[in-house]
C-alpha cells in the first residue's frame, strides 16, 4: 500500500514538472519573437486660414436706438454715445415691443457685418448687446439698417 501512495505521489511530481517545462518553452518562444515594427505616420501640417476682417463703414449705417426699459431719456443718452463714435445717423425713441432685461442689437440677418457692426456699438456704448434678427418688430419700414434695444 505504501509502495502505491508513494507511486502516485512521484508521479504527480514528474508530471507537474513536465507541464512546467513545456509551459515555460512555450512561454519562451512566444516572447522571443520580434515586434513588428509601428508604421509611422506624418501628419501634415495644417495652417488655418485667417478669416477676412469686415471693414465696417458707420457712415452707411442709419441706426435707432429704442428704448424698452423706465429710465427717461436712456435712448437719447445712449444714441449720443454712438454719434460720438462716428456713426452720423442715429434716430432715438420709445420701444414698440416688450423685451426680457437684455440689450439687443436688431438687424436683418447675422453675418460678419452684424457681427462688426455688435462689437463696434459694444465699445462705443459700454453694453454687452446681444445680437437678434427681430429688426422688423422696431422697424417695419426698413428705415434703418439696424436696431439697438435697451431693455436693462
Request: charged share 20%.
Amino acid at each position: 500500500m505504501i509502495f502505491i501512495g508513494l507511486l502516485s505521489f512521484v508521479l504527480t511530481v514528474a508530471l507537474g514538472v513536465g507541464l512546467g517545462m513545456a509551459y515555460l518553452h512555450y512561454t519562451e518562444n512566444a516572447g522571443s519573437a520580434s515586434p513588428s515594427p509601428t508604421p509611422t505616420v506624418v501628419a501634415e501640417a495644417v495652417t488655418p486660414t485667417p478669416t477676412p476682417k469686415v471693414e465696417l463703414t458707420k457712415a452707411d449705417y442709419k441706426l435707432l436706438v429704442v428704448n424698452a426699459t423706465a429710465k427717461a431719456g436712456y435712448a437719447g443718452t445712449i444714441a449720443k454715445k454712438i454719434e460720438a463714435a462716428d456713426f452720423p445717423t442715429v434716430a432715438a425713441a420709445n420701444a414698440k415691443g416688450d423685451y426680457e432685461a437684455k440689450d439687443y442689437l436688431l438687424v436683418e440677418t447675422e453675418d460678419a457685418s452684424a457681427a462688426a457692426l455688435l462689437a463696434e456699438l459694444n465699445t462705443a456704448t459700454g453694453l454687452d448687446l446681444q445680437l437678434s434678427t427681430q429688426k422688423s418688430q422696431e422697424d417695419s419700414s426698413g428705415k434703418y439698417d439696424a436696431v439697438v434695444v435697451l431693455g436693462k
